[in-house]
């Protein structure tokens, strides 16, 4: 059976724009204009963050703190509305849950007070009633595993983690994984991952044979171990444990770094054993499959196939039944195969016309609810009970709670063409007031030219975003910014070619990729071609770099946070602690995928913004996290040396308990207030006519 389905964001614009008058001030409407939200509104931790059906659909489990203290664990009675806190820490914070059956769940936590520079607790794991009887500990939470001993019984060390695969939920197990590492300190290169079996009762645990080094592991749908992946080098190994003789053996086996023709990633197991898979097959694009286990081929017809995306996305199933598939194209979305859930979606859908509603039900529900997930590009996150009985809403929470969606702005999924032909998607968001601003509105080729950042996503080797609410781009939006992030050459969703086209063009083809986005907005009318500027994070804060060495009279300035400064260091580099770069990733990924630092030593010198740092003459802003082990702060400290003896206008910020990115509300709060004063200075005033 094959889904060929269409673009999501068609099907919602006739919604939004019935939708946009109670969204939207009239034109020309009488006032001041607002002032913008608060940076905060935009960069604190929420309330309100997480939510889950229990499995017979008659209790909510809820992530919520209250007045800015902990994250507690809260469940609800959906049939009285009580509310018992189950799991609350003085001293840290709820992180995962989920629910073990329907009596019992299993949480571990975080010190969300404190970066990664200053942790000073593993996550732990504990299991609770749904009334908060029989809590246990079932995993240390504090100090180092090496160093302290286990002074409980049945307490596993430290390093043990949850495995977020629920399974039946019909007993009281979980899976933990147990990562073994090199190193004194067990913070080398990975060597395995164990599975244990852990009874949150007891706390009794029982270690699954694995058939070699172990990276990953996948239950099947009654909550067994079925699936175990294994690396050697640069071999990827996918092993089945046959229940007919309870034996490993071996069904694909393909490079972990760079693929192949028969290359696939196991996804889940239906409730009737069938395995899906993600592949190619052969194909540009990844669709999802079935993986017949008896002959070890990949169906010849997908289930679901997307025109212009790579399939990502996962079963939606209860205890005995497949009901649709959630998947990924410019927006979330659902494909349901049971009749009675189509009917559902398009009753929510019909109510909230101008959002994406996710529905999640219950395993094996007894109660008439389910959890609805809602969002669009100017609502953030927000969940609400639906019941089947009474066709009513009973909102759960926002995950940002203040934010007001008729303040927020227009986002939009646009291509442009790259000098060589290459299609190129990308993200756009248009300010309000600005004449692009209506949902889906104005044609883009009129109207007053705004300041842009060009917002350049890291990995480089992922997908840098979807449609939706994102705090980054709608807060530079809030302050009069339109805002492109394109998804250049390299980035992965979008096909196989798509990704091949970026294997060694960091500084090059991908680096035109976004000046071409930045010289399409200008065409369209919606970028000011003398106020534009660059930015990113990680390979992002790299291309930002890298967009001053090329092209110089494009970018008025740039933005980098915990970027690359030079390829050569990714090997060669001074480390404070170990990378989290696996060395078998720099020497059988790195090469192909980035640069091999022997044989294309010329092209990473041309391409190294620390070797180039002469030719930089515009604003730069820097920011780097003290203990980041992914881009080290020696990255950033020899470029600002660097640039700092021919470049006075730069700005220089480390944050000295932060690793790749910004945890702590104050420091993005910070560092997001930092930006807003960087572009003000820089883009943000208008320029005379005469000086375009």
Known sequence: MSAHLP???????????????????????????????????????????????SPDG???????????????????????????????????????????????????????????????????????????????????????????????????????????????????????????????????????VNLLRLNTVTGRSETVRRPGPAIDWLLDHKGEPRICITLDKNIQTTWYLDPANNQWREIAAFDAYLGGQDAFTPLAFAPDGSLY????????????????????????????????????????????????????????????????????????????????????????????????HSYSDRQPERYLLYNLE???????????????????????????????????????????????????????????????VLLVHGGPWVRGGEWGWSAESQFLASRGYAVLEPEYRGSTGFGRAHYHAGWKQWGLKMQDDLADGARWAIAQGIADPKRICIAGAS???????????????LYQCAINWVGVTDINLLYTGHWSFTSDMSSDYLKYGAPTLIGDPVKDAAQLRATSPLLQAARIRQPVLLAYGAVDRRVPLYHGKKFVEALKEHNPNVEWVVYQEEAHGWSLPKNRIDFWGRVEQFLQRHIGTPREAGDR
Not at 143 to 171: E, I, K, W, Y
Not at 320 to 338: C, E, I, P, Q
């Open 7 to 53: 673009h999501l964001l068609h099907l919602l614009r006739v919604a939004f724009l019935c939708a946009a008058t109670l969204l939207i001030p009239a034109a020309g409407a009488a006032g001041p204009a607002a002032p913008p939200p608060p940076l905060a509104d935009f960069f604190d931790n929420p309330a309100f963050s997480a939510a889950l059906l």
């Open 58 to 192: 008659k209790f909510l489990a809820v992530r919520y703190n209250k007045d800015k203290q902990r994250d507690r664990l809260i469940v609800i009675e959906l049939a009285n509305q009580a509310v018992k806190v189950v799991a609350s820490f003085s001293d840290r914070d709820v992180r995962n849950f989920q629910w073990v059956n329907n009596e019992r769940l299993v949480l571990d936590t975080t010190d969300k007070t404190v970066g990664p520079g200053d942790e000073r607790y593993w996550p732990g794991l504990y299991a609770v009633n749904r009334d908060g009887a029989r809590f246990r500990q079932l995993v240390q939470a504090s100090g180092s595993f090496l160093q302290q001993r286990v002074v409980a019984s049945n307490v596993l060390p430290a390093n043990h983690f949850l495995v977020r695969q629920t399974g039946a939920q019909t007993s009281d197990d979980v899976y933990v994984i147990n990562p073994k590492r090199e190193g004194l300190h067990g913070d080398g290169d990975l060597k395995y």
């Open 277 to 372: 898979v993600r592949s190619a097959r052969g194909k540009d694009k990844q669709a999802l499959h079935t993986f017949n286990l008896g002959t070890l081929q990949i169906s010849a017809e997908p289930l679901v196939v997307l025109a212009d995306y790579d399939f990502s996305g996962e079963l939606v199933t209860t205890r005995d039944k497949l009901l649709g598939v959630r998947y990924l194209s410019d927006a979330r979305s659902t494909v349901w195969f049971d009749a009675r859930m189509k009917t559902l979606q398009a009753a929510i859908d019909a109510a909230l016309p101008a959002t994406v509603n996710l529905v999640e039900v219950a395993a094996h529900a007894e109660a008439p609810w389910v959890l609805v």
């Open 390 to 452: 009474s066709g009513k809403f009973n909102p759960v929470g926002s995950t940002h709670e203040r934010i007001v969606p008729a303040s927020m702005a227009a986002q939009e999924a646009v291509r442009y063409k790259a000098r060589d032909g290459l299609t190129i998607p990308a993200w756009l968001t248009l300010p309000n007031g600005s004449p692009f601003g209506s949902p889906f509105g104005a044609p883009l080729g009129t109207g007053k030219n705004l300041p842009l």
């Open 539 to 553: 390979y992002g804060g790299y291309a930002a770099l890298m967009g001053l060495v090329n092209d110089g009279t």
